[in-house]
């Protein structure tokens, strides 16, 4: 199973490398990994998309609370959440080319934010399925690169993850 | 005040009530050095190897339940403590090391001697700290020893760069009392209605045992595991880690449990109804085959650490919390209950289990010509009046200290369970002397172990701590001989030394006595006179049956209930090699 654990975690440094060490250290696997400070400077906010066994999970979960530098933490996955990635995707174009990848980026509400005679670069941000989905209407060879920021979660209703 | 970071990390120690630092000089920490040498309140042990420093805080620290502490310097310094250091994470023994760092301006740039060690040892340390600032030195220090020694205990790392400890740039000191760290929050007490729950079901309980592990003895929770045994008349087990913490000698103790424990233990886990584990951690070493681990049992598990409970093993009733402040609770439930633990059940389990002992799984060739390893215990226990603090290194000598050793007492015996280090041994004993200097210690060993950690016999003469080395000498990896004759055929690769030094010219050129023990009726004598010679460390060398095996064993990738025990008295399947 999926999930998306969210952590809040001391804005050390270093703090970054224990969560990282922890999953190589003990085999459980990272699919994506997000990190900024949050409105309190000392604090960081993680968001993190691993999969596994229950089992696996509660010994990830068990394990990140163990680290001495995690305040709190909480699998999204148990409740209803929002998630939202972040991608930029810079396009080769041709003259017959652009309309179509114009109207396409426009179906899944992205939005061009570079252009050059031969290229445009989307933005769009979404559930991650959502930005799969803008992908694979894309023709691949057109595709320069693809930049995501891997997801980050937050609950639904007026609950949240504080100190 | 104002002191330097050089005379902060020491007036915190100080502070602290620290006794002994165990190090070793360099660069990096000369003005440390010289902060130790102008004051007289800690006292610093002058080791001949890092890995040394670090085993010997540990058997101090285990041997007092004080956290040990050590100083090296950076890069070799610091690589030669991660052994010791990954020795105490294993065992949650609490330590912090001190290791000092290249200047902050050069951190990063390959500086002479400089390496990560907060990242090296990132995986083995329980936390660690890279010391930025001066003015946040004592509180760091501070934070260092109460993340040590809380919850589960563990090794701490705190990393000071050169220019840190400069003593030519001074700031206020003043040592914080208490430190609260938002992210940090061990439990204590455990949750009343899970505890409530492990009541109900160990008055209802048929065939219970009791599995207490290390955590009995790191939470100083004995008397409180005593208490709780006796009154509700259960037999106990106890881990390679938790022996002492139920006295051996009592009636209700079965032995150790798994791979070399003994046949009534292991058979009684398997066929129990109810366990209630408390402070161990499932090890694979403990469990055998995880599939057949127990098939009948409802299982309680008491632990200050969450992620020990269901790690390899699914619990029924997990209790989160400090082992004392939970037996004192469910210790209370019991007192208010008015059921009783089954009278009738018990008896007719207690009949079972008087079966299995009757198996006398630890039984021995007494008649021996040759030294039997397992004899020379039994008189080491005599001849200490089973008062001795016992270290040991790795190995089969290892696994016969734990099981003809019956120890009565917790942190008497001292040993390397979950890393298994060889070396750990002789510093460890070290350490142990320099804390309870009227106590005998003693020093299992094996010709292999032995020459780990040698170097330390200089130790041990310089600062006087007169121990009794017993080396358990086969001139084999015993232990791995044993794994190469059971499952390789008696392929014996490289588990053979024929160099072996004369251990005994060894001893007496470290300025201490040496021993050659070569038949059975001398091992007394020997023992004696080695305990006789109070203020000498004595190195008694004892040529044991070369052939000997660890009985019982429960064999990699099997169940309890499976065990090896011992053919016919005194056989050894490979006779041909003596
Ligand atoms: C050659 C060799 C052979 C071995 N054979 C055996 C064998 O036959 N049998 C055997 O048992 N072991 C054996 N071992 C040792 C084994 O590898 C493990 O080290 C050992 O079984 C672990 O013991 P433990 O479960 O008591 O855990 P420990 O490592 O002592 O861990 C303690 C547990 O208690 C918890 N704890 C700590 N403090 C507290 C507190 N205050 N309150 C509550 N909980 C606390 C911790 O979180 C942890 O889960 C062998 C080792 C070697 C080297
Ligand atoms: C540092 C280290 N290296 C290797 C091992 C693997 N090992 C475990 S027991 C053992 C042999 C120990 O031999 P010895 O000290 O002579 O003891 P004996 O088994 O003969 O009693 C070895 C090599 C280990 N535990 N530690």
């Known amino acids: 199973m999926r999930h998306i654990i969210s952590i809040l975690i001391e804005n050390e440094s270093g703090a970054l490398s224990r969560v990282a060490g922890l999953f190589s250290a003990r085999g459980y696997n990272i699919e994506s990994l997000t990190v900024a400070p949050t409105e309190d400077p000392s604090l960081s906010r993680m968001t993190l998309v691993t999969r596994g066994s229950e089992n696996v999970i509660e010994q990830i979960t068990k394990q990140l609370n163990k680290l001495i530098d995690v305040v709190k933490l909480i699998d999204l996955a148990e409740s209803a959440h929002i998630e939202r990635e972040l991608m930029l995707v810079k396009i080769r174009t041709s003259e017959h080319s652009r309309g179509e990848i114009r109207n396409v980026a426009e179906i899944f509400r992205g939005k061009i934010i570079d252009v050059t005679p031969t290229s445009y670069v989307v933005e769009m941000t979404g559930p991650s399925e959502k930005l799969d989905a803008f992908v694979a209407t894309i023709d691949p060879d057109s595709i320069i690169e693809v930049v995501r920021s891997g997801p980050t979660g937050i609950s639904r209703g007026e609950k949240g993850l504080h100190l | ?578």
């Open chain 2, 1 to 578: 005040m104002e002191l330097s970071g050089a005379q902060i990390v020491i007036q915190s120690l100080k502070d602290e009530g620290v006794e002994y630092i165990f190090g070793y000089p360099g660069g990096a920490v000369l003005h440390l050095y010289d902060a130790i040498f102008q004051q007289d309140d800690v006292k610093h042990i002058l080791v001949r190897h890092e890995q040394g420093a670090t085993h010997a805080a540990d058997g101090y620290a285990r041997a007092t339940g004080k956290p040990g502490v050590v100083l090296v310097t950076s890069g070799p310094g610091a690589t030669n403590a991660v052994t010791g250091i990954a020795t105490a994470y294993m065992d949650s023994i609490p330590l912090v090391v001190i290791s000092g760092q290249v200047s902050l301006p050069v951190i990063g740039s390959d500086a002479f001697q400089e390496v990560d060690m907060v990242g090296i040892t990132r995986p083995c340390v329980k936390h660690n700290f890279l010391v930025k600032d001066v003015s946040q030195l004592a509180e760091t220090i501070k934070k260092a020893f109460h993340v040590a020694t809380t919850g589960r205990p563990g090794p701490v790392v705190v990393d000071i760069p050169k220019d840190i400890t400069d003593p030519r740039i001074k700031v206020p000191y003043k040592y914080p009392k208490k430190v609260v760290m938002r992210s940090y929050n061990p439990a204590t007490t455990g949750h009343k209605g899970q505890i409530k729950k492990a009541v109900d079901l160990l008055l209802a309980a048929e065939r219970p045992i009791i599995y207490s592990g290390g955590g009995v003895v790191l939470g100083e929770a004995s008397k409180e595991l005593i208490e709780l045994a006796k009154t509700l008349g259960f037999p106990v087990t106890n881990t390679l880690m938790g022996l002492g913490a139920y006295p051996a000698t009592d009636p209700q103790f079965v032995g150790m449990l798994g791979m070399h424990g003994t046949y009534e233990a292991n058979m009684a886990m398997h066929e129990s109804d109810v366990i209630l584990a408390i402070g161990a951690r499932f090890d694979d070493r403990v469990t055998g085959k995880l599939d057949e681990f127990c098939p009948y049992a409802k299982i309680i598990h008491i632990d200050v650490d969450p992620a020990s409970i269901s790690k390899t093993v699914r619990v029924d009733v997990p209790i989160v919390g400090g082992v004392k402040p939970v037996l004192d609770q469910m210790l209370e439930m019991l007192a208010e209950s008015k059921k009783k633990p089954s009278k009738k059940a018990l008896e007719a389990w207690w009949k079972q289990i008087d079966q299995w002992r009757s198996v006398h799984c630890l039984e021995f060739d007494r008649e021996s010509r040759l030294i039997k390893p397992q004899y020379v215990i039994e008189q080491l226990y005599e001849v200490t009046k089973g008062d001795a603090y016992v270290t040991s290194d790795v190995g089969q000598h290892q696994m016969w200290a734990a099981q003809y050793y019956p120890f009565d007492k917790p942190r008497r015996w001292i040993n390397s369970g979950g890393l298994g280090t060889m070396g750990f041994g002789l510093p460890a004993a070290i350490g142990v002397k320099l804390a309870f200097p009227d106590s005998e210690v003693a020093c299992v060993t094996g010709d292999a172990s032995i020459q780990m950690c040698i170097q330390e016999l200089s130790t041990a003469l310089q600062y006087k701590t007169p121990i009794k080395i017993i080396n358990l000498n086969n001139s084999y990896m015993g232990m791995v001989r044993q794994w190469q004759e059971f499952s390789y055929e008696s392929r014996y690769s490289h588990s053979y030394m024929d160099t072996i030094p004369e251990f005994v010219k060894l001893a007496e050129a470290y300025g201490h006595v040496g021993i050659r023990v070569t038949k059975p009726e001398e091992v007394r004598p020997a023992l004696e006179q080695a305990f006789a010679l109070k203020d000498r460390t004595v190195f008694l060398d004892i040529l044991t049956d070369r052939t000997e095996n660890v009985y019982p064993m429960i064999e990699a990738g099997k169940g309890h209930h499976d065990m090896k025990l011992r053919v016919a008295l005194g056989t050894s399947t490979d006779r041909e090699l003596a």
